[in-house]
């Protein structure tokens, strides 16, 4: 496969532009479609964001006295908070309380111009406000409604709230995350809601995709328990055809050895896998424990994880005895799987990550100079690029409703009335 190059640098545009001045190329791929984010924290802002990287109008709508909650989450400079500069990149920003009358107006004629619909409310909040798949498809037959809950649209759980942790908690991944003896880990960080974002944006370019072809848009449901349960692999088909429970097992795994995280003589950790047989058999031999190669269990990686306390004591103990550039010298030399630990500044540091360009910089007008992970993939042809980072709350209000046709005097009405 041919290199991609690096997506370019962007910039942002000034504070007092209106983030419409800083529209996509026309060569982006989704340019000219229409992205209402009216979703919160954090999956469906997360599939927006996406579509929004690769040319996509996005218009984030939210409510006049209580924005997204991500603009608070987490660590903040000056005030601002850094997470929403990341999750609300490229998405011109306005305020609408979909409650009031004037809301729910204005909300139709933004839906008639769009492509796409995000949601995350409770099933039965967009019906309750006369605002569901018959008030929306009705303005717009071509309109993807993304519906984005913990639990789906219907079932038993289906009015509860939910969030990702449940997610993690309800898929099986907790259950089989941690050390044998340890209670069940959940991630420190949004894993289900980053995943469901994931499974969004897919499900909505599959939807835009059939619409090329009937002419009509539809609903996509997405239930953020159910994406993480994909990943997490055949656990499933294993119960179902063997009964069988995949337990905990810390940093080793049941279908290969040596597999495990080991420290180095200076203090740091580095990883190690061995999923393919001449990989384990290279790094045996750099530890210097041939022989091992030979026992008949050594043949399969089932068989080695039955082992794993003595090719851990092999691999390990050399590890041990040697600093972390030793080691990664000595494992590249020898073509055998290894990566450091690393934490962030690490990765920001990272040559690979570099080469990449999968950290980028960009301009902010509330707080100048930033780095972030880039778009999350390379089109060598039509590239995505992030023109802004996550712009003040409502910042694109009057721009966006005056370019819908609104007049001042129903700008004025619409704030009256609180809906703006």
């Given at each position: 496969?041919?290199?991609?190059?690096?997506?370019?640098?962007?910039?942002?545009?000034?504070?007092?532009?209106?983030?419409?001045?800083?529209?996509?190329?026309?060569?982006?791929?989704?340019?000219?479609?229409?992205?209402?984010?009216?979703?919160?924290?954090?999956?469906?802002?997360?599939?927006a964001?996406?579509?929004?990287?690769?040319?996509?109008?996005?218009?984030?709508?939210?409510?006049?006295?209580?924005?997204?909650?991500?603009?608070?989450?987490?660590?903040?400079?000056?005030?601002?908070?850094?997470?929403?500069?990341?999750?609300?990149?490229?998405?011109?920003?306005?305020?609408?309380?979909?409650?009031?009358?004037?809301?729910?107006?204005?909300?139709?004629?933004?839906?008639?111009t769009?492509?796409?619909?995000?949601?995350?409310?409770?099933?039965?909040?967009?019906?309750?406000?006369?605002?569901?798949?018959?008030?929306?498809?009705?303005?717009?037959?071509?309109?993807?409604?993304?519906?984005v809950?913990?639990?789906?649209?219907?079932?038993?759980?289906?009015?509860?709230?939910?969030?990702?942790?449940?997610?993690?908690?309800?898929?099986?991944?907790?259950a089989?995350?941690?050390?044998?003896?340890?209670?069940?880990?959940?991630?420190?960080f949004?894993?289900?809601?980053?995943?469901?974002?994931?499974?969004?944006?897919?499900?909505?370019?599959?939807?835009?995709?059939?619409?090329?072809?009937?002419?009509e848009g539809?609903?996509?449901?997405?239930?953020?328990?159910?994406?993480?349960l994909?990943?997490?692999?055949?656990?499933?088909?294993?119960?179902?055809?063997?009964g069988?429970?995949?337990?905990?097992?810390?940093?080793r795994?049941?279908?290969?050895?040596?597999?495990?995280?080991?420290?180095?003589?200076?203090?740091?950790?580095?990883?190690?896998?061995?999923?393919?047989?001449?990989?384990?058999?290279?790094?045996l031999r750099?530890?210097g424990?041939?022989?091992?190669?030979?026992?008949?269990?050594?043949?399969?990686?089932?068989?080695?994880?039955?082992?794993?306390?003595v090719?851990?004591?092999?691999?390990?103990?050399?590890?041990?005895?040697?600093?972390?550039?030793?080691?990664?010298?000595?494992?590249?030399k020898?073509?055998?799987?290894?990566a450091?630990?690393?934490?962030?500044?690490?990765?920001?540091?990272?040559?690979?990550?570099?080469a990449?360009?999968?950290?980028?910089?960009?301009?902010?007008?509330?707080?100048?100079?930033?780095?972030?992970?880039?778009?999350?993939?390379?089109?060598?042809?039509?590239?995505?690029?992030?023109?802004?980072?996550?712009?003040?709350?409502?910042?694109?209000?009057?721009?966006?409703?005056?370019?819908?046709?609104?007049t001042p005097?129903?700008?004025?009405?619409?704030?009256?009335?609180?809906?703006?």
């Amino acid at each position: 496969m041919t290199p991609q190059p690096p997506v370019p640098e962007p910039t942002a545009q000034a504070s007092t532009e209106s983030a419409a001045q800083a529209a996509p190329e026309p060569a982006a791929p989704l340019a000219g479609l229409r992205v209402l984010d009216l979703a919160t924290l954090f999956a469906g802002p997360i599939a927006a964001m996406m579509l929004g990287d690769f040319g996509a109008e996005v218009v984030k709508v939210e409510h006049p006295a209580k924005p997204d909650p991500s603009r608070g989450h987490g660590p903040a400079k000056d005030g601002v908070g850094l997470w929403w500069k990341l999750l609300g990149r490229n998405k011109r920003t306005i305020t609408l309380d979909l409650s009031k009358p004037g809301g729910r107006r204005t909300l139709l004629r933004l839906a008639a111009t769009a492509d796409v619909v995000v949601e995350n409310f409770r099933p039965g909040t967009l019906e309750r406000w006369e605002l569901g798949w018959p008030e929306l498809s009705a303005v717009n037959p071509r309109l993807v409604l993304a519906r984005v809950t913990g639990f789906g649209q219907f079932g038993p759980y289906a009015s509860r709230p939910g969030f990702g942790t449940l997610a993690e908690a309800m898929s099986g991944f907790a259950a089989i995350t941690g050390e044998p003896d340890s209670p069940p880990t959940l991630p420190p960080f949004g894993l289900a809601d980053s995943i469901a974002g994931l499974a969004t944006a897919y499900a909505v370019m599959t939807a835009l995709a059939a619409r090329e072809r009937t002419g009509e848009g539809q609903i996509v449901d997405m239930a953020i328990i159910e994406p993480i349960l994909t990943v997490l692999g055949p656990q499933p088909l294993w119960y179902d055809q063997l009964g069988y429970i995949q337990p905990r097992t810390g940093n080793r795994t049941q279908n290969n050895a040596p597999r495990n995280t080991y420290r180095t003589s200076d203090g740091t950790w580095v990883a190690v896998s061995t999923s393919a047989q001449s990989v384990a058999e290279r790094v045996l031999r750099l530890v210097g424990r041939p022989e091992l190669i030979d026992e008949p269990w050594f043949a399969t990686g089932a068989e080695r994880a039955e082992h794993a306390d003595v090719l851990d004591e092999a691999v390990g103990g050399w590890i041990a005895r040697h600093t972390r550039t030793e080691v990664m010298e000595a494992f590249e030399k020898a073509e055998a799987a290894i990566a450091p630990i690393q934490d962030v500044r690490d990765v920001m540091a990272d040559p690979q990550y570099q080469a990449l360009g999968t950290l980028t910089t960009l301009h902010d007008p509330q707080l100048g100079r930033m780095r972030m992970q880039n778009v999350l993939f390379r089109l060598s042809a039509t590239p995505g690029a992030i023109r802004w980072a996550g712009r003040p709350h409502g910042a694109d209000t009057d721009a966006v409703l005056t370019e819908l046709g609104l007049t001042p005097e129903e700008l004025a009405a619409l704030r009256a009335e609180g809906a703006l």
